[in-house]
Nanobody
Framework: QVQLVESGGGLVQAGGSLRLSCVASINTFCISTMGWYRQAPGKERELVATITRPGSTYYADSVKGRFTISRDNAKNTVFLQMNLLKPEDTAVYYC???????????????WGQGTQVTVSS
């Protein structure tokens, strides 16, 4: 059974930092793009950042210059370093892993259970 286990969320004051981690229990060769999404109360889930297997990154405009996504392919892990946090960053953060097309015995993508990030003003 595929599992994505997230950690690193919590409560922090505005201007502070947090680092999220997500470990995927998937054959490393079946992991393609990894990413982080977030969902604030009353809002739709939105993309925060993604990183391809070779390391190309994408960031939402709202987090550019403050958040950094990285991955360790050997450990099937993706990270999100969040600096200069703002109250509007408060949300549940979800890890997402896209499966390599050749791994047909797996679903298209998988989600973590979510980790709460709360930024106080």
């Amino acid at each position: 059974q595929v599992q994505l286990v997230e950690s690193g969320g919590g409560l922090v004051q505005a201007g502070g930092s947090l680092r999220l981690s997500c470990v995927a229990s998937i054959n490393t060769f079946c992991i393609s793009t990894m990413g982080w999404y977030r969902q604030a109360p009353g809002k739709e889930r939105e993309l925060v950042a993604t990183i391809t297997r070779p390391g190309s990154t994408y960031y939402a405009d709202s987090v550019k210059g403050r958040f950094t996504i990285s991955r360790d392919n050997a450990k099937n892990t993706v990270f999100l370093q969040m600096n200069l946090l703002k109250p509007e960053d408060t949300a549940v953060y979800y890890c997402n892993v896209a499966v390599t097309p050749g791994c047909t015995w797996l679903s298209g993508d998988y989600w973590g259970q979510g980790t709460q990030v709360t930024v106080s003003s």
